[in-house]
């Protein structure tokens, strides 16, 4: 068989699989955003007439018009970006240290930190619980941020990523009597960009979306973070307003996500093809 009908007819192929795995992929969101702007009461009658009118911005209204929903906003946010930022800087020094220094047990301390990643979250909640409890901490920021910061992946990945870079870099700057703080700060760190960038969106969306931990810790209406407090609107809503109210919901909570994935594509990308963000 001649090799280029071979190749084109494989490139066919997976184009056409690529394109059925896109379809695949955006349809549910076409579907959710299109019932989103749906009146209620015609969804409750039929809902296969999404992208023929009326359309209707009540159910955004709706949600807007929640008295908390701009507090809940606030604390996703700060939720997620203290979660992030420290997630950050544990995991760069922790992995810096099991990358390039040498002391007593590291193997073993390694392993132990790795183990993590086989916990399910919901094994420790309880644990949890109990010592914020004791602490004072739920319905408070450290409260909704600390559990977060135990992250085995971050501090795996920036290990891995710190073996990778080659020692003769680090060894110049010493060589030239820069501090090993100083080697970590303006040598390895600027190198890192696109893993960290990658990380950080990582943990920002697992914060973000997190409702677990968020529903044990957050009792007060106050304290609610935007993926707990539209859930709890659910019971005062879906049955009122019904399905084009719980669409809306879900592409509130997801427009900040998805606005974070836009900006920062390209550090993913770059960090998944191994290369350094110019």
């Not at 450290?142 to 085995?152: R, T, Y």
């Amino acid at each position: 068989m001649n090799p280029n009908l071979t190749n084109r007819w494989g490139n066919r192929l997976i184009l056409g699989a690529t394109v059925l795995a896109a379809i695949a992929w955006v349809a549910p969101l076409l579907w959710v955003l299109a019932l989103s702007f749906k009146p209620n009461e015609l969804l409750a009658q039929r809902t296969d007439i999404l992208f023929a009118p009326p359309y209707t911005l009540k159910n955004y209204s709706d949600i807007l018009g929640t008295s908390m929903v701009f507090r809940w906003i606030a604390n996703s946010c700060v939720v997620a970006f203290g979660q992030t930022v420290l997630v950050l800087l544990l995991s760069s020094l922790a992995g810096y240290g099991f990358a390039r220094t040498e002391f007593p047990g590291k193997t073993w301390i390694y392993r132990l930190v790795l183990a993590g990643l086989a916990v399910p979250q919901t094994a420790v909640v309880i644990p949890l619980h109990r010592m914020f409890a004791d602490w004072g901490l739920h319905n408070s920021y450290p409260g909704l941020i600390l559990p977060g910061l135990a992250a085995p992946f971050g501090v795996f990945l920036m290990t891995q990523y710190f073996k990778a870079i080659p020692r003769d870099l680090e060894e110049a700057a010493l060589l030239d009597n820069a501090s090993r703080w100083t080697v970590f700060t303006r040598v390895i760190l600027p190198l890192s960009l696109p893993v960290q960038a990658t990380l950080g969106i990582v943990t920002f969306l697992s914060a973000w979306n997190d409702y677990l931990w968020p529903l044990i810790s957050a009792t007060r209406q106050a304290n609610y973070t935007l993926t707990l407090g539209l859930a709890a609107t659910q019971t005062n809503f879906a049955q009122s307003e019904g399905l084009g109210f719980l669409m809306a919901q879900a592409v509130f909570a997801a427009v900040p996500v998805l606005v974070l994935y836009v900006f920062f594509q390209q550090y993913i990308v770059a960090a998944v093809a191994g290369t350094k963000v110019r």
